[in-house]
């Protein structure tokens, strides 16, 4: 008879398991879903706003930026707006991310600098369209807890430091991309001197009139372009007294 009675509650402990990790498997596959379509749509509001690269555009399908934001903000993941990360700073707006990685031209064999690593989303895009991605972050609290974030998701191409950006990465350069997340009134010297022939700075200049420009780098000297108008908190660091 206990025997009995043991068999029946080992049969009712498994059924009661079974279901939770049924109603918990349901719940997850209901979340992934829901990230997939509020990615989907955001790319298709970034694709109207002008970004064509397929590639950049596979791979912000690809990172799931609602596991770069802070808890608090994880429902708005997926909307097209900058959002706080805590140290007066922000994760940007997913276009200008876009925009930023397209106007980089990566090609696959490039070594790619990021100054501002942030919570290190803009570091897994680049990641999945560029060889190495070097990055650096000024905010001890914020570059750790990008690199572990970055190592736990799998993003093994990319190497994360604490230090001033304004410096560059002289150790790692010649850089066939440059790409910097926060404004400065002039661009560093430092990382001009580390793009490679034929490398690419991307990066906001000026105060409260800023503007996203791309340099060149070629056989005759720099070729500056002015894209568009852009809004970035400051470069910290070195950069603040020049």
């Known amino acids: 008879m206990r025997d009995s009675r043991l068999k029946n509650l080992f049969f009712w402990v498994i059924l009661m398991v079974q279901i939770i990790l049924s109603v918990s498997g349901g719940a997850c596959q209901l979340k992934d ?52 990360i805590g140290f007066d700073q922000t994760i940007s707006q997913p276009v200008v991310v876009a925009y930023m990685t397209e106007a980089l031209k990566l090609k696959p064999a490039d070594r790619a600098l990021e100054i501002g690593t942030g919570c290190g989303y803009q570091a897994a895009v680049l990641s999945l369209l560029a060889k190495q991605v070097f990055s650096i972050e000024i905010v001890k609290p914020l570059g750790e807890a990008a690199k572990k974030r970055l190592a736990d998701l799998g993003y093994r191409n990319v190497m994360v430091r604490i230090g001033d950006g304004y410096r560059g990465w002289p150790e790692k350069a010649p850089f066939d991309a440059i790409v910097v997340t926060a404004a400065s009134k ?57």
């Open 186 to 242: 002039n661009v560093p010297q430092p990382l001009i001197d580390q793009l490679a022939l034929g490398g690419r700075l991307v990066m906001p200049v000026g105060e409260e009139d800023q503007r996203l420009l791309r340099i060149t780098k070629t056989k005759s000297g720099l070729s500056r372009e002015t894209l568009i108008p852009v809004i970035f908190v400051p470069m910290t660091g070195e950069a603040q007294k020049k």
């Open 33 to 84: 879903d829901r990230w997939k379509l509020e990615r989907k749509h955001l790319l298709q509001e970034i694709a109207r706003m002008g970004v064509e690269n397929k590639d950049v555009m596979k791979a912000m399908d690809e990172v799931p930026r609602h596991l770069f934001v802070p808890r608090d903000q994880v429902d708005l993941a997926y909307a097209n707006q900058p959002l706080p």
